[in-house]
């Protein structure tokens, strides 16, 4: 350390301190070079009075220089105050960067949590995939990922080791282990050293060592493999759990350190708007602080639900794309009234949408069709609301007048009389809610906006019932106990995401009508004679199909920076096919002609054959008699995919004991879409099966057997169950705002 002393002399101090003694540099000074010391200047020696004020500034600014940010200031007879112009803490060595928005922002590298990079989980080894059967033991295999241990391999001579250690059977059915066993055999013996020995006929031997468990294993072998297979078999294993590091808040502990009134960022925002805002409204302030946030506080304060008005822009138009969804008929109220102070100000809003309250209250009406695909793309009517329900050409219109309507049963059914009863659902803002949902009927789940619907169906019920019933990978939200689920043999979620990601799915190939088709063509005197065989038909495989495009039909341009471009494939024109195969045709068709057909013509072309004139009918019976064979299924909207899932379901041979669970499945429907979509789920219901729909919608509501309605209000006012019974027992309970709706529409009835 020469070279230290000697650069603080040339800098002109003459004292330092060296592992808490003063020295003086001029004596020689000999530290140990392989030892950790202290070394501090002593910039200055000052006693304390008003006149010192400017040396006081000087001698701060040169310590703090020599000390890269970091003086300390010792008082005699006092202590020593260790000060820093970092953000930093040199005592529990964390340090931070001069505080900027970005740091608040998950999206941010300088603000996300470096564990689970801003998404607030991550996916961890989850026991209950590791052993989900509780029954089974160890030698019979009850630790998934070790399989069944023959006897003699390595692995048993191991658990065997393990169960001589810790006093258990490796015999035993998991359910019954002692849990000290299950946390050894899951976690690791940590700092315990057990005596393993193993003996075969092809090695044997011993040794004093630790074990690591399955699950630090799994998760080792997870971070240090390159194999993408080994990694989807570990997955299978995993789960999406809670970041251990940020808890949720998705922020690096850094930026959870900064704090206003208590809160940081992430405990502010899980609050809700209202309690946000009262938050604001009640924080205490210095003048100083005051004039800082001043600003900030006026734009925080003035949360709206449409900022849009808050910006008072005159002679904008606004495009909204069915901003009705997931809107209870009383939130729908607010937001029209949002939208027509937007209109009131000097705007235009043009709204896609096919509400019947939205529709009533526009100003100037555009009826498009009057069929769909093909039958559609003409303006049927335009004008106002009162002129369209005189117009004889637009359904719309005599919806709106109630010349065509949906109609409301005479007779609610009563069902199998079996239930399944699901207790203590309290994830998010249920209060440990026990309900009852009785078998064999159209069960609607409403409640206003925010009121804990998806929660208790799509969170909570749809994961026990696919786990239960099928061993499938999803983690429910907490609830206590569940009874019922020998009643039920399936649980479909029928949703609107895409039936397929890639140009080769189709709803000819979803609902299986594509496989009797190809059958059909192989069976063709040519196709016999040249050996042809249903595969030959398909364009998902070598063969039949054009390999330029790989049976895509289209080949995708690749744009770097902007999105890709897909363009017809130059050898097979978009057939799909090469030239051998599309010599085959039947009456006529080849086989990329059939897939150009809309199920309506195809209906008409394979009348006479059974199989596929079937699943056919279904395609039309919900709607879809527009859309083509072959159509890609990423041109599909959400409701058309749910609808070809719906026809898929229908044109099953069930065992009238399955669950079905749609949420939301009338958006972007019209009213004759709806209609079409009850028939279905009417047939589903008749057959003896079970659907859950989560709904807005009045004509899906009215038209239930059994209505659970949840609330009072939304976020932590909500989570209750308000009124549960037929349509006309909710109408007559004054806490329910379903009911308010359903009363006018069900009255008519009576």
Known sequence: FKEVFREI??????????????????????????????????????????????????????????????????????????????????KCEVSMEELSPRMFSFNSPYGACKTCDGLGSRMEIDPEYLVPDKKKSLIQGAIVP???????????????????????KFTTPWYKLPE?????????????????QYKSKRFSGEYSGGFEGVIHNLERRYRQTNSAGIREWIEQFMSMRPCPDCSGARLRRQSLAVTLGDLNIGNLSKKSIRDVAAFFGKIKLT????????????????????????????????????PSIGLHQRDNKRLLNTLEKLRDLGNTVLVVEHDRETIETADHVIDLGPGAGETGGKVVFSGTPAKMIRSRSSITGQYLSGKREIEIPDERRNGSGKTVRLTGACGNNLKSLDITFPLGRLICVTGVSGSGKSTLINETLYPILARQLHNARKTPLKYDSIEGLLYLDKVIDIDQTPIGRTPRSNPATYTGVFTHIRELFAKLPESKLRGYKPGRFSFNVKG???????????????????????????????????RETLEIAYKGKTIAEVLKMTVEEALGFFKNI??????????????????????QATTLSGGEAQRVKLSSELSRMGTGRTLYILDEPTTGLHFEDVKMLLNVLTR???????????????????????????????????????????????????????????????????
């Open 610 to 631: 059974s199989q596929i004139r079937r699943r056919l009918e279904t395609l039309r019976d919900v709607g879809l008699g527009y859309i083509r064979l072959g159509q």
């Open 287 to 322: 003048k100083n602080e005051t004039t800082v946030a001043k600003q900030v506080l006026k734009e925080e304060k003035g949360i709206r639900l449409a900022t849009q008005i808050g910006s008072q822009l005159v002679g904008v138009l606004y495009i909204l794309d069915e």
């Open 684 to 750: 589903l219901v008749e057959k003896g099966n079970s659907v859950i729909v989560i709904e807005h919608n009045l004509d899906v509501v009215k038209t239930a057997d059994w209505i659970i309605d949840l609330g009072p209000e939304g976020g932590d006012d909500g989570g209750t169950v308000v009124a549960e019974g037929t349509p006309e027992q909710l109408m007559k309970n004054r806490r329910s705002y379903t009911g308010r709706f359903l009363k006018p529409l069900l009255n008519g009835k009576q």
């Open 146 to 168: 070790l399989g069944e241990q023959p006897r003699g391999s390595w692995y048993s001579a191991i658990l065997k080791s393990l169960a001589l250690h810790y006093d258990f």
């Open 544 to 578: 039949g199909r054009c390999e330029a495009c790989r049976g895509d039909g289209i080949i995708k341009i690749e744009m770097h920076f902007l999105p890709d471009v897909y363009v017809p494939c130059e050898e097979c024109k978009g057939s799909r096919y090469n």
């Open 180 to 196: 000290r066993a299950k946390e050894v055999l899951m976690r690791g013996t940590g700092d315990d050293q057990v005596k393993m």
């Open 9 to 90: 002399s040339r800098e002109g101090f003459v004292r330092v301190r060296v592992d808490g003694k003063l020295r003086d540099l001029a004596e020689k000074i000999i530290l140990h070079k392989n030892r950790r010391h202290s070394i501090e200047v002593v910039v200055d020696r000052i006693i304390l009075n008003n006149s010192v004020k400017d040396r006081l500034t000087e001698s701060v600014e040169l310590a703090l220089k020599i000390g890269s940010g970091l003086v300390i200031i010792n008082v005699l007879g006092d202590k020593e105050h260790l000060f820093s112009e970092h953000f930093a803490c040199p």
